[in-house]
């Protein structure tokens, strides 16, 4: 089992930046691949940005060209840069881990983009 544990979240005005961060307590080296989801009250929790060990990455539409995902294999850390933050961005973000073909959840970070 991979323990993940993010943090980075906060209260931020429109068109401001965060980043995210998720250390793991295995070296990423083994981990296939590693994403950031994010739930917002009342919906579904969706793929935000993915990134593989071999540093291949995708993102949700709705984030492209603001969200950056990126790992630090010396740090066993992924982050999330989000820039130009909208209200719509407001959500629980969570880390997952993809580990020998079984999925590890950290426990959440929230982001709340609000004047």
């Known amino acids: 089992q991979v323990q993940l544990v993010e943090s980075g979240g906060g209260l931020v005005q429109p068109g401001g930046s965060l980043r995210l961060s998720c250390v793991s307590s295995?070296?990423?080296?083994?981990?296939?691949?590693m994403g950031w989801y994010r739930q917002a009250p009342g919906k579904q929790r969706d793929l935000v940005a993915g990134i593989t060990s071999g540093g291949i990455t995708n993102y949700a539409d709705s984030v492209k060209g603001r969200f950056t995902i990126s790992r630090d294999n010396a740090k066993n850390t992924v982050y999330l840069q989000m820039n130009s933050l909208k209200p719509e961005d407001t959500a629980v973000y969570y880390c997952?881990?993809?580990?020998?073909?079984?999925?590890?959840w950290g426990k959440g970070t929230l982001v709340t983009v609000s004047s």
């Open positions: 295995v070296s990423i080296f083994s981990i296939y691949a």
């Open positions: 997952r881990a993809n580990r020998y073909g079984m999925a590890s």
